[in-house]
């Protein structure tokens, strides 16, 4: 059988067939966290002269106080600055490391970056006072900078054994102090990658490192019989890779985030994921040997690190010279509105180019933008509205080359960028016609107020459009990085495969990709469409356990009875599902600071929920609940004869309004815990405490993807999110994710009853008993919002008794069994989104089965996972629901042309008066009789006798009649459910059958008032 010791053995052999030598692990000084003789070999092989001038000016303590100096250096700047620019001893300049230039023109720099010495030193011992050891050290020099430690999966040892050893280190010893020596830690066994740049004991976060396997997480397997991690030290690790890593991506970051409403700083060692590492170097390669006019698509995953991408891979193009040693690009240009990527970008580059002038934001006029094209400035950030003025510009200076870096147009979150992007590309024609035409004023009102306002163009749309009016251009390259391509943007910046023939074949796909599955699989992301509802669903699960179950609480009672009343088609019984659903069900994770989105369908509507979300905690008389409201410009609300503006509706506690920029901050605070937006904050809104989204508008294609997106950032005690859909199915949610997803089945039609079968199936299995659970629930349930050390290690303790009562059965057995639970622990946390009462027996079921399931060993029918155990101390208050979609990861998304975006208004169903019933029956396939035919009857009666609805017949044309009528329609078919519960619950369910309907009902009406 393979050891580690084996797995070891064959690491090393490949370092240095590949250029290390194999370090000795007894010349490590584990006090000083180096390796002494190595650093003097350097020095003086490599720096001859300035290693003559100290043993001159300090003889025999030379040694020591190169010692001493270096020390005092790392500790007090950090290992890499250290190796970026060196250190002194007694006024001598001494370098720890020499990189590769990106040219040839210094032959001095390239002799000098040949005297490094990469080493490998197996079963380094890292505590002064004690015998552990790290399996492997990789010396730059005589400076440690990475460890690996090694476990063998044939031995029952995963990477997962490897990150915790890593967690029970002390993190203050030399080797492992965070930024000062070691700059990287690897957790290897054969199958899979993780790193960390920081141990911080078992608060430690590791990353994937791992190359993907068809679009997911993992490895694949490989076919020259070598470990499916044999990239980290072939590719990753070799020579010139480690030292460009070093070089050209290490960064030490300063953060800034605001948590809880209060800006907190933080500083990050950043080395780059596998992808990321992959990405640039692809890219750099490939503009090598393409030279400028080509087109690139990065499409990389929401959770990709994007930011950090297009700040490595700006800074490569700006320095990238060709085989020549030919500059390819004279400056760079990086197109964004995100304030979070300036920063980013520049601090990152900073680091890399210690040069005045290398980046220069433009934050001011064309002329600054004009100025700095001229003078060639290296990398050049400029806004989006700015983009039209760039590629006029770039047409006018045809002997100069440039890259330019796109990222995607999420802009101002508003459509204000468009907005000017539109007005900068009109002509002068257009422009001329904007002034006679008269003003917003004194122009005719909608016919519908209620209407669903269309979509503002995208500046991604924006650039394709600019791209394609200009044509290609010899001297300018274009870089696109977005995790939403549209088929325009494939269109424009896709590549043909290589080797295409066939019309089939040739289909522009992505120059790199990191999927949104692989980012969910690896944990950077959440999935979004795990626990998505339509109302419909939600409806039936409602209904299914109020006749199921007796309700104690009087408030449940009284909410559920309203759910079942009415369909919550108008805005105020929406609100009350949304507030309701909301307290119950979501208010309380994340520590209770967990936060939901509400999406309308325009800002009219934005403006009606926020009063009616006002009005219905006012009248329930809430005060833990506060909502926000995010919409553009000022509305004008016709049956209030009011206007109302962003500002005017948000007020704080102190009863200051808050403005635009106050506004995200005061939604991330304890404050508020709602927000209610309209073509604001659907993109590029990054907050991590939001855990539900409430959708009121028809979502399709990129647009679903983006929205519902907003809720897939992570952090702690967040592992999974809630979507509840008024009107959107899920067949349509789940096609529009599918292209951007990778590679679905839908799970309608729940049965709570079925978690009954399941819980007593569970009892029987012999795993868990009843004494156990109380025992667990003593425990887990006591009435405070974390478990400290000691609750924790009792609740693992009651595990451990099912473990090993699982154990024991036969191999079949646990595997049923095991299949079992994960059903329950899915079911449960699906359903338990609906319910209004607590079901004691199941909730204890469920919470233990969780944890459970984390702890069990691996059954045959176990997929293959990379998770870790469950963190108990913020898991209690985050459990939700599970999969209501899921997307196919062995399917390629496919994008349809330009009509797969924006809003998707509802199709004219006409239907033949006479046979209305046979129709009905014919095209919807359900089976109504002679009676239904006469409640629809009724129906029309009622409303006749309505006088308001007889003047709004005579006043309208049909079409807005229609619109005025529909919810009275709707909440007379719903109070008949009774006598025709059929037909209505149809009406609920099926949007087509719902319009089909409606448009009968008030054709009869509109023809009956007009006689």
């Not at 939901?596 to 325009?602: D, F, H, K, L, P």
Request: glycine letters at 6%.
């Amino acid at each position: 059988m393979l050891k580690e010791a084996n797995f070891e053995a064959a690491i090393v052999n490949d370092l240095v067939a590949a250029g290390y030598r194999e370090g000795d692990a007894a010349g490590f000084d584990a006090a000083r966290g180096l390796f002494p003789d190595d650093l003097y070999a350097f020095l003086e092989r490599s720096q001859p002269k300035e290693w003559a001038a100290l043993d001159k000016a300090l003889g025999n303590n030379r040694q020591p106080q190169v010692l001493h100096d270096l020390v005092k250096d790392l500790d007090y700047k950090g290992a890499l600055e250290v190796l970026r620019h060196g250190f002194k001893v007694h006024g001598v300049t001494l370098r720890l490391a020499f990189f590769k230039p990106s040219h040839s023109l210094n032959p001095e720099t390239a002799l000098r970056y040949a005297q490094n010495n990469l080493t490998v030193t197996r079963q380094v011992h890292f505590d002064p006072n004690g015998n552990d050891s790290v399996d492997l050290v990789i010396g730059l020099n005589g400076l440690p900078v990475a460890t690996l430690e090694l476990k063998n999966a044939l031995t029952g040892q995963t990477a997962d054994h490897a990150r915790k050893q890593y967690q029970k280190r002390d993190p203050t010893l030399p080797l492992f102090r965070w930024q000062k020596r070691a700059l990287v830690h690897f957790a290897v066994d054969t199958d899979v990658v993780w790193m960390t740049t920081k141990l911080a004991g078992g608060a430690t976060t590791f990353l994937p490192f791992n190359r993907g396997n068809d679009g997911g997480a993992g490895n694949p397997s490989t076919t020259d019989g070598s470990y499916r991690v044999a990239y980290l030290w072939r590719e990753v690790l070799a020579f010139d890779s480690l030292l460009d890593i070093l070089a050209r991506f290490v960064a030490l970051l300063t953060e800034s985030k605001i948590v809880g409403g209060k800006k907190e700083e933080s500083k990050n060692l950043l080395f780059p994921r596998f992808h990321q590492l992959d990405a640039v170097r692809k890219l750099e390669a490939a503009a090598r040997a393409e030279g400028p006019g080509k087109h690139y698509l990065i499409q990389h995953s929401a959770g990709s690190g994007k930011s950090n991408t297009i700040a490595w891979t700006a800074h490569r193009l700006a320095v990238l010279h060709d085989a020549q040693d030919r500059k390819v690009f004279d400056s760079v240009i990086v197109v964004t509105d995100r304030r979070v990527l300036d920063r980013q970008l520049q601090g990152t580059i900073a680091q890399l180019e210690h040069k005045s002038g290398f980046v220069q934001k433009i934050d001011e006029d064309s002329k600054q933008l004009a100025a700095a094209l001229e003078s060639g400035t290296p990398v050049i950030v400029t806004t989006l509205q700015k983009f039209p003025f760039v590629t006029e510009k770039l047409a006018g200076l045809p002997d100069r080359s440039y890259a330019v870096i796109v990222d995607e147009a999420h802009s101002s979150q508003t459509g204000e960028a468009a907005r000017s992007l539109r007005e900068a590309l009109a002509t002068k024609k257009d422009k001329e016609g904007a002034k006679a035409a008269p003003p917003a004023s004194a122009q005719a009102a909608p016919t519908d107020p209620d209407a669903e306002e269309p979509d503002e163009p995208t500046v991604e749309d924006e650039i394709v459009r600019v791209i394609q009016s200009r044509g290609r251009q010899a001297n300018v390259s274009f870089f696109a990085f977005t995790a939403t391509p549209k088929f325009k943007t494939l269109e424009v910046f896709g590549r043909i495969p290589p080797g295409a023939t066939a019309t089939a074949e040739r289909k522009p796909e992505p120059f790199h990709l990191y999927t949104m599955r692989q980012a969910i699989e690896e944990g950077f992301i959440l999935d979004v469409l795990e626990n998505f509802t339509s109302y419909a669903t939600y409806y039936k699960l409602v209904s299914a356990k109020e006749k199921d179950r007796v309700v104690k609480k009087r408030e449940a009672q009284k909410a559920l009875a309203a759910y079942m009343a009415l369909h919550p088609h108008n805005i105020a019984q929406k609100v009350r599902v949304i507030a309701d659903h909301f307290r119950w069900n979501i208010r309380q994770r994340l520590g209770g600071k967990a936060k939901a989105m509400v999406v309308t369908r325009s800002r009219l509507h934005a403006v009606r929920y926020k009063l009616a979300f006002d009005a219905y905690l006012k009248e329930s008389k809430i005060e833990d609940m506060r909502a926000l409201v995010a919409f553009s410009g000022t509305v004008f609300e016709p049956d209030l004869g009011a206007s109302f503006t962003e500002v005017g509706m948000n007020v704080d506690a102190a009863g200051k309004n808050i403005s635009e920029a106050e506004l995200p901050a005061k939604f991330g605070s304890d404050e508020f815990q709602v927000l209610l937006v309209a073509n604001k904050f659907q993109t590029g809104f990054d907050q991590p405490l939001l855990v539900a989204m409430y959708v009121d508008r028809r979502l399709s294609g990129v647009q679903a993807v983006q929205t519902l997106s907003r809720l897939n950032r992570t952090c702690p005690g967040k592992d999974a999110v809630f979507v509840l859909d008024f009107v959107n199915k899920p067949h349509e949610i789940q096609a529009a994710f599918q292209p951007f997803y990778n590679a679905t089945t839908i799970e309608e039609g729940i049965d709570p009853k079925r978690l009954d079968e399941l819980a007593h199936d569970l009892d029987q299995g012999a795993v868990w008993t009843t004494e156990l659970l109380e025992g667990f629930a003593k425990v887990f349930y006591k009435p405070k919002a974390k478990l400290n050390d000691t609750e924790h290690a009792e609740v693992l303790a009651f595990l451990d008794p099912a473990v090993a009562a699982f154990t024991e059965l036969d191999e079949d057995a646990r595997d049923a069994w095991k299949g079992k639970l994960g059903a329950f622990v899915r079911l449960y946390a699906f359903v338990s989104q609906t319910m209004t009462y607590a079901d004691r027996d199941l909730e204890i079921r469920y919470s233990f089965g969780r944890l459970l399931q984390k702890k069990l060993p691996r059954t045959k029918g176990d997929p293959i996972h990379l998770d870790g155990e469950v963190d108990l101390h913020s898991y209690r208050l985050a459990h939700v629901g599970d999969t209501a979609i899921k997307l196919k990861a062995d399917e390629k998304g496919m994008l349809a042309g330009p009509t797969d975006t924006g809003t998707r208004g509802e199709k004219d169903v006409e239907v033949a008066l006479s046979t209305i019933i046979d129709l009905f029956n014919k095209r919807f396939g359900t089976d109504f009789n002679e009676g239904d035919r006469l409640g629809l009857e009724q129906i029309v009666a009622d409303s006749k006798a309505d006088e308001s609805v007889i003047q709004k017949a005579k006043a309208n044309a049909f079409p807005d009649f229609l619109l005025g009528v529909k919810e009275k329609l709707l909440m007379l078919l719903v109070q008949r459910r009774d006598r025709n519960e059929k037909m209505v619950s149809q009406v609920l369910d099926d949007d087509d059958f719902q319009r089909a309907v409606l448009g009968y009902l008030a054709q009869r009406i509109f023809e009956d008032a007009r006689g």
